[in-house]
């Protein structure tokens, strides 16, 4: 499954990057040589293995549906790089 | 004063040796060594005022268990009105809202924070050159890289610029770095400590734990930071054991298991007759020692890397410039906005993560790779549950070779990937590892590693005791 210049444009898209045609034939050289060593993974037959999402013994964890202390809005706007009143303030959404 | 020491040892002093005096050293120590570039920010005048009010709780009877102990932070954890950058322009000037677990526990147990150290931009790579804020230097030999991604909190111990430090292991972040400065350093068992506060990169991998001078220095931060703690739904609710009174040095009848696999021809000679010296000094001592294998050894870089880098993706996705770090200040609208902060912000590290852990999420991949490697995982884990069945912990190199030079690996990636070749496994099964230092036949220390089996801390923090000399 080789990379080709044309997925490396779609990934960015999709991560939300951009990258100069010089950056995108490094992408396209590193992630196909980072893929072909992965591809070793498939010398195993994992057929009948289940996934592992989590490596230690964990049940379903509940907690009582009480409200705690939070944040107030005005600490947390206090990292916004632009805000308006109680609100994050973005540029037009739609260009 | 030698402020290499280990605490476990001046600690009987601290009566007529004060914190402050101790505090006061660390912080002109960090100033004379500031070409190692250790620190991203130093709390000169608050660790001083924290120092006094812990000499007065010492004074009057009521001070904490980590009472003149002065440590520092790696800069990915959050620490209340102080910044976190994780190494990264995308997090310049941001300011923390909250104390992550860790250091409201450290605090609460008198510890003095001292600063935040440098790493590698949201903690990844393994020599600290990928810092936005420039390389942190080896303090062993500033030629060289000190590892990573904790390589500021691993040199500052290292270089006495603070008594302890807290690092986070991802794919070897801890260890690795304590290897190549000479150092101890702990990753707990995945769940032991809580993960509050901590920026994620991997999050079914990361793991936050201690570096230290000495075996009982990281037992002692272990001991406070451990624990359950309901604001993280993944720290486990097992009880946390005395680890000191299990650190008694005596391996008569443990049982070590080398894996074969781990002592291939990749491994240096000075690295391979290091550990035979060490292997020979627990034999000596009563330990019992076999070969085992992890047959899927060769398979953990590329499931480490599909995995770590699908999960990076998804949490970076949250810079966005819209409610706190970097924003662009050219974007007439808001996807424009979104992805010009990104690509300004991220450095080159970064970007090739997220990359490719995108690729490995996207439609049509998924499967290939991404369940593919979820599913090689649990095979890797079972190795590490059938070995634990004959033995009671394995013992490793911690890395290939010896810190390496600057540069040396910065134009290819796959082989930095591959330095973290013995550290990975460890987080891909959840188990604990710890890194001791040892003399090597050059100059620069060879770090071993000990595996050990989930919250089974004690036996590896033990078998670390007896390695540096403990109950000789």
Redesign the interface.
């Known amino acids: 499954m080789a990379v080709t210049f044309v997925d490396v444009e779609h990934i960015a898209a999709l991560a939300r990057l951009e990258f100069s045609d010089v950056e995108k034939e490094q992408f396209t050289h590193q992630l196909n040589e980072i893929l072909s060593y992965v591809e070793k993974l498939n010398e195993l037959d994992t057929a009948a293995v289940e996934p592992l999402s989590h490596v230690i013994e964990l049940d379903n964890v509940f907690r009582d549906d009480i409200i705690q202390p939070s944040l107030s809005a005005e600490i947390a706007l206090s990292n916004a790089p632009s805000r308006s009143d109680s609100h994050f303030k973005v540029p037009k959404v739609i260009g | 004063m030698n402020l290499q020491e280990p605490f476990d040892s001046y600690r009987p002093r601290l009566a007529s040796e004060s914190c402050e005096s101790r505090t006061r050293a660390h912080l002109e120590e960090i100033r004379k060594r500031q070409s190692l570039n250790a620190f991203l920010s130093v709390f000169d005048d608050e660790a001083i005022i924290e120092a006094k009010r812990v000499d007065e709780r010492f004074a009057r009877g009521i001070a904490g268990p980590l009472a003149g102990m002065v440590i520092a932070v790696k800069d990915v954890l959050n620490m209340k009105n102080k910044e976190t950058t994780c190494g990264s322009k995308i997090l310049r000037s ?2 923390s ?2 104390d992550a677990t860790v250091i409201e526990r450290l605090r609460a147990a008198d510890a003095v924070f001292i600063g935040k150290t440098n790493m590698d931009e949201f903690a990844m790579g393994s020599s600290n050159e990928n810092s936005a804020f420039g390389p942190v230097k080896n303090p062993r030999d500033e030629s060289r890289v000190p590892g990573g991604s904790s390589g500021g909190s691993a040199a500052a111990v290292a270089a006495g610029l603070a008594t302890t430090s807290l690092g986070t292991d991802t794919g070897g972040s801890i260890r690795q770095p304590a290897a190549l400065c000479g150092i101890i350093g702990l990753k707990p ?3 032991r400590v809580s993960r509050y506060g901590l920026v994620a990169f991997a999050s ?1 991998f990361d793991q936050i734990g201690p570096f230290g001078n000495s075996p009982r220095d990281v037992a002692r931060v272990l001991q406070v930071i451990a624990g359950h703690d ?1 604001k993280d ?2 720290s ?1 609710t097992l009880p946390v054991p005395d680890y000191l009174s299990a650190m008694t040095g005596d391996v008569t009848g443990v049982k070590i298991g080398l894996p074969k696999e781990y002592y291939s021809s990749a491994l240096s000679d000075e690295i391979r007759s290091t550990i035979d010296r060490a292997v020979q000094m627990l034999r000596d001592r009563g330990a019992i020692v076999s070969e085992v294998s992890l047959p ?1 050894t ?2 953990t ?3 480490y ?2 995995l770590a880098t699908a999960e990076a ?1 998804s949490n970076l ?1 949250r810079f ?8 662009t200040e050219h ?10 902060s ?2 300004e912000g ?1 450095g080159a590290e970064v ?2 993560r ?3 852990g ?2 490995v999420l ?1 439609a049509g ?1 998924y499967d ?2 991404y ?9 890797i ?1 079972h190795d590490f549950f059938k070995a634990f069945e004959h033995v009671d912990c394995l013992l490793t190199p911690t890395t290939p070779s010896t810190a390496f030079r600057m540069g040396e690996k910065m134009d290819d ?2 082989q930095m ?1 591959l330095s973290d070749i013995y550290t990975v496994s460890a987080n ?3 188990i604990p590892g710890i890194s001791v230092p040892a003399a090597g036949d050059e100059k620069l220390p060879v770090g071993i590693q000990i595996l050990g089996r ?1 919250f089974d801390e004690a036996t590896i923090l033990n078998v670390a005791e007896a390695l540096s000399g403990g109950n000789q």
Not at chain 2, 320 to 327: A, F, L, N, T
Not at chain 2, 371 to 379: M, S, T
């Open positions: 941001y300011h809202l909250y068992t995945y769940g079914s309901p739904s993944t486990s899927h060769e398979y870089i590329a499931t890397y599909i993706s996705a966005d410039g819209v409610r706190y770090g970097y924003r974007a007439a609208d808001l996807a424009a906005m979104y992805t010009k990104r690509s991220f970007k090739r997220i990359m490719l995108t690729y996207s991949y290939a790779y369940a593919k490697a979820q599913k090689v995982r649990r095979l884990q990636p796959l990937y891909l099964a959840g989930q």
